[in-house]
């Protein structure tokens, strides 16, 4: 299993964030670390049953499949501090909506199954005994609003690591030296048009250096989750947290 959906993701958040011209780039200070606990995969053999059935649903397209593993009533679509699912129509209905299975070229689909391929889910506050997939990090919140508050920036300006140790490099290349290494953390995104490879997004780590990760070693906080609720015992995938246009 890969983290599929968290490329998806990063690769959405450092369009949103990509420098637009004449903007000032952040800048180059050191900053108070913010460790973070990543989240860990959900060790229970049927959530990953459930999981491979709503892939291979995903991969056929196949509706019918689908819902049978929707809960059918009180399917919830949080969005802009709302829950915007239609109660009058069915979980799948409602799923649909929210990921755009109805559009053309099936870009919904293909991002179904891409949360099927990442095994990590945390609990969500606002929704009782519901695991929201992919897993959120842990981390001290009022440290973190410290940082913000510290470096004058804006919660979509940072990401955090996912390894327990992540290789920066001085260029945006797997040749280029390693100028430090870094454990679970919260990082500044510093975006460069410049930086060469696309593979490689460009960060300012606590020393205020400037380097070089991978793209697909870092995730943003608040991302789109799949949820996954008991219904008669059994897992069925029983919200959404974010998605596309409201009913």
Same mark, same amino acid.
């Given at each position: ?38 989240? $860990? ?28 593993? $929707? ?27 929210? @990921? !755009? ?9 293909? =991002? ?16 009782? !005994? ?28 940072? &990401?955090?690591? @996912?390894?327990?140790?992540? *290789? ?18 919260? $990082?500044? =995104? ?31 906080? &608040?991302? *789109? ?11 069925? =995938? &029983?919200?959404? =947290? ?6």
């Amino acid at each position: 299993m890969g983290n599929a959906p968290r490329q998806i993701l990063v690769s959405i958040f450092l369009a949103l964030l990509a420098a637009p011209a004449g903007a000032q780039p952040a800048p180059l200070k050191p900053y108070k670390p913010v460790a973070v606990v990543t989240p $860990v995969p959900v060790t229970d053999p049927a959530f990953d049953a459930l999981r491979k059935q709503v892939g291979e649903a995903a991969q056929k397209k196949d509706r019918a499949a689908l819902s049978q593993l $929707v809960v059918a009533q009180g399917f919830f679509w949080q969005r802009d501090g709302r829950d915007r699912a239609d109660k009058r129509k069915s979980g799948v209905d409602n799923l649909a909506t929210a @990921l !755009s299975l109805n559009s053309k070229g099936g870009a919904g689909w293909d =991002i179904l199954y891409s949360y099927t391929d990442d095994p990590t889910a945390s609990p969500a506050p606002a929704f009782k !005994s519901a695991l929201c997939a992919p897993g959120e990090p842990a981390y001290n919140a009022a440290a973190f609003a410290e940082l913000l508050k510290s470096t004058q920036s804006d919660v979509t300006e940072w &990401g955090y690591t @996912l390894s327990p140790t992540t *290789d920066v490099h001085d260029k945006a290349q797997a040749s280029a030296p390693v100028s430090e290494k870094l454990g679970p953390m919260f $990082v500044r =995104i510093a975006p460069d048009k410049a930086a060469g490879s696309a593979a490689y997004q460009r960060i300012i780590t606590p020393s205020g250096k400037a380097g070089f990760v991978t793209i697909d070693s870092v995730a943003p906080l &608040g991302n *789109d989750q799949l949820c996954y609720v008991k219904d008669g015992g059994a897992w069925k =995938i &029983g919200g959404y =947290i974010g998605g596309g246009e409201s009913q």
